[in-house]
């Protein structure tokens, strides 16, 4: 499964941004979805995730700011109050093993 990821940037503390994970040819109403993150130098981490059900879990550090969304063939992870330690590589996956190229995300002070 190919996942692709689009809507990442470069943006100001504060902004938003809204990242965008689909798989042409695939739904995903059927299956866990979630985004992960990784900093320089530091583990790949957990974001948020939505389950077939519509439930949505967050990290603390986003919990707040970002919200996940999906409509059948695209998830969405809409970020808020953006601050330079959300400056990452956003990850989409799906189903807990499929993974997207990834998306870069910058915010500046």
């Known amino acids: 499964v190919q996942l692709v990821e689009s809507g990442g940037g470069l943006v100001q503390a504060g902004d938003s941004l809204r990242l965008s994970c689909s798989a042409p040819g695939r739904s995903f109403s059927r299956y866990a979805m979630a985004w992960y993150r990784q900093a320089p130098g530091k583990q790949r981490e957990f974001v948020a995730r939505?389950?077939?059900?519509?439930t949505t879990s967050y990290a603390d550090s986003v919990k707040g700011r970002f919200t996940i969304s999906r409509d059948g063939v695209k998830v969405v992870l809409q970020m808020n109050s953006l601050k330079p330690e959300d400056t990452a590589v956003y990850y989409c996956?799906?189903?807990?093993?499929?993974w997207g190229q990834g998306t870069q995300v910058t915010v500046s002070s």
């Open positions: 939505i389950r077939s059900s519509g």
């Open positions: 996956n799906s189903g807990g093993t499929f």
